[in-house]
């Protein structure tokens, strides 16, 4: 199949529907091969490489460009009498914020060193192993024995300036001397449990992609209370005085991550299948 028919099934919302209907058998095995135990580590990069992907275009597309046709942004976006959206760290607490409210123990925070909000400095063995994560830039994976879960983090580089921007002028800026590649801080993963299953890896990718969605859709939410609010339409804030629809921000980070998420999830599959063929020749010559 086509590269475009996968980037159509995940711009509509079917990658569930795919994996558990339309799939090959090797996707629906017995009860054994979904429990198969896939280290979290691996959710953890995949997670991170979506998430990725929407903070580059929310900070680059809508922040960056926003600005430059006359869009604001500001930590009180929320306040009813301040016509702006969430800065990138907001559009991150967002996501969250609807991730908490699934079933699933996934959880996200963006914490630092040096945070313009107290509540998100790393402290203990977070503040640890983020020195080491400063250091080499390479992701840590632990465990957190207070609160009983798995950790992935990973390093929050400024990619943009309004990252810098913000926070070098911003009043209670602990550090005001930030630089475009700095790391500044680094994205959590938290989740209870060390091994998951290739059903609960896609689990995580919807809640995930929900909570994107409901963190762009309060933008847009909030945007038609403005007095002279951009026109939302397929066009973005790089065109001028515009935002993309719901539908078509999606469809841009939809499309920027299935170049990489399908082919993780197709090479588990995959795995996954093997090993079950590999058992299956063991029980025989048994």
């Known amino acids: 199949m086509s590269k475009n028919f996968w ?32 280290p979290v580590e691996q959710m953890f990069i995949l997670l991170q490489a979506e998430n990725a992907a929407a903070r580059a275009i929310w900070t680059q597309e809508i922040v960056g460009a926003g600005k430059k046709s006359g869009l604001k942004f500001d930590e009180h976006w929320r306040d009813a009498d301040l016509e702006a959206g969430p800065l ?41 192993k983020f020195q080491i994560l400063r250091q080499s830039q390479l992701p840590q994976f632990f465990y957190v024995p207070d609160t009983g879960l798995q950790t992935g983090m990973f390093a929050n ?50 809640v995930l992609h929900q909570g994107i969605e409901n963190a762009y859709a309060a933008y847009l939410e909030k945007v038609k209370t403005f007095t002279h609010p951009p026109m939302i339409s397929e066009r973005w804030p790089r065109d001028g005085y515009y935002l993309p629809s719901l539908d078509v921000f999606m469809q841009a980070f939809l499309q920027r991550t299935a170049q990489h998420t399908l082919p993780a999830l197709g090479a588990l599959s995959n795995a996954r299948q093997n090993n079950k063929l590999k058992d299956s020749s063991r029980d025989t010559a048994k």
Not at 10 to 36: N, R
Not at 104 to 111: C, I, N, P, V, W
Request: hydrophobic residues 45%; proline residues 7%; aromatic residues 8%.
């Open 88 to 128: 990138p760290a907001l559009f991150l607490r967002e996501t969250a914020k609807s991730m908490e409210k699934s079933p699933l123990r996934l959880s996200l925070f963006l914490g630092s060193d040096y945070p313009i909000s107290p509540s998100n400095r790393f402290e203990g063995l977070q503040q640890e």
């Open 7 to 38: 980037i159509t099934l995940f711009s509509l919302g079917c990658l569930g529907i795919y994996l558990f209907v339309s799939a090959p058998p090797l996707l629906l095995d017995d009860k054994k091969t979904e429990q198969a135990a896939i």
């Open 157 to 206: 580089i400024a990619i943009a300036a309004p990252c810098i921007e913000c926070h070098n002028k911003h009043p209670q800026a602990a550090k005001n001397d930030w630089r475009l590649n700095d790391v500044m801080g680094a994205t959590t993963w938290m989740y209870p449990a060390s091994t998951v299953s290739l059903e609960d890896m896609l689990k995580a990718i919807m």
